[in-house]
């Protein structure tokens, strides 16, 4: 009986030893699940804070390039066609005949940016020198020699027909050409003064002499040899020099409709000088302006200097604010000497006169 006893005690003890195995066990399993539990949890809230944090630091956006070169970010392919929308009707307030139209189909890349990125860029910047224009313009032609020029074929054929019945033996044809650039139209009253210039210079005369003797056209006239007004330079002053030694101004801008610039009147050869540094991107003759020069001085700003008496300098050369370019002339449309003189932003004519004002 007593070993009897024992032997209980023992496989007791032993079986109890088996459960607290099994218990201890169990336990083991559950702290391992546990913490893989915590774990995953604590990783789901890390990856949520850190998608959290993205999508509100950084915004979906198409970055779009014209002609493979990166314009800018836009947030959608929408908001694109609204900006670029919005630069046409900025074009076309100055000329509603304007064509406006991109080289090649914009492309889209989907992309993810900061906000500071997508307030900072000037996209409207971007755009605006990747939109070409072309204006269609006619030109009255007389003996080969353009005289006016408008933008619609209508005012062209008004006048082309009145130079053709009241001066028969001229020829008188109306040139249609598209250009990139709208240069100066020539007003009615400018038009009118035109054709009676031409109309009293061809009247019959009494003298058969006078008629055959040939006239100088002022408007064509390039003395290389007019004499100089004024000093070859002044001094540059960093934020840009009054243009000419003249200060007279004849006409401000929009002074008459389609007058883009500020006219300062000065006798023939008066010293014309480079509002700033810059690289000359045109110096010849231009249709309306005459003798011209356009210079740009980076930054999408760019001056004209228009109706020239003498050009000095050439297209690819760099010059330097306060330099000697051009002297006064009256060539091209013109109704005496005087400078014409532009400042365009980005291609489009601004008020000329607050950036020289106090020059």
Known sequence: MTNFLFYVRILRSDQK????????????????????????????????AVVFTIFNTY?????????GECIGYFSSEQQFDEVYNQLVTEKQNIDPNVK???????????????????EQQNVYTNLRAQVKTEYTIYNVAVDGE????????????TYAESLKSQVSKLNTQINEARVEELG??????????????????????????ATTTPKKKATNNTNNNVKTIGATS????????WPTVARRINCHWMGYAGHTGTDIGGAIGTAIYAFRTGTVIFAGW????????????GGGVSTLYAHASQLL??????VSEGQMIAKIGMTGYTTGPHLHFEVRINGVPVNAYPYIAGK
């Open 100 to 118: 406006a139209y991109l080289e090649s189909e914009p492309t889209f890349e989907t992309s993810y940016v900061k906000d500071s990125l997508l």
């Open 286 to 297: 231009s249709s309306g302006y005459g003798n011209t020069v356009r210079i740009d001085h």
């Open 234 to 241: 002044v001094q540059a002053t960093g934020a840009g020099v």
């Open 184 to 209: 100066e139209i020539t007003t009615i009253e400018r038009a009118d003064a035109i054709l009676k210039d031409i109309v009293d210079r061809n009247k019959p005369v009494t003298t058969p002499k």
């Open 146 to 157: 353009n005289k006016m020029t408008f933008n619609t074929k209508d005012e062209a054929l």
């Open 313 to 318: 300098v050439k297209t690819g050369q760099r």
């Open 59 to 67: 915004k979906p956006a198409v970055k779009t390039y014209i002609n």
């Open 17 to 48: 030893r088996k459960v607290q195995k099994l218990v201890m066990e169990r336990k083991g399993v559950l702290s391992t699940l546990k913490f893989i539990a915590f774990s995953m949890l604590s990783l789901a809230l890390i990856f949520s």
